[in-house]
């Protein structure tokens, strides 16, 4: 059975940094894309980033270009999401997505405060 343990979250002040984790299992990770999304209170559901089976290949949205990374270790089998300068914006349920698929993890919680 395919799953995504995501972890990593937690509080941080304004301008903290945060690197969240994604293990996976149950598929063929080195030919997999995967995606992070977030989703605070009331909100829909936002894209953050993708990183494709080249590893060279990503793609951000607008608030987290430049400020956080995707990356992948297929030895690990683990999708990294590293945040930098984390704003009071930023806040939500980080949650790790096998790009063409339904396999979500459960989340992982990032709180921004001072």
Known sequence: QEHLVESGGGLVQPGGSLTLSCVAAGFTFSGAAFQWFRQAPGKEREHVA????????????????????????????????????????????????????ETWGQGTQVTVAS
Do not use: W
Request: proline share 4%; glycine share 2%.
């Open 50 to 101: 993708t990183i494709y089976s080249t590893h060279t290949l990503t793609d951000y949205s607008a608030s987290a270009k430049g400020r956080f990374t995707i990356s992948r270790d297929n030895r690990k089998e683990t999708v990294y999401l590293q945040m930098t300068n984390l704003e009071p914006e930023d806040p939500a349920v980080y949650s790790c997505h096998r790009m063409n698929s």
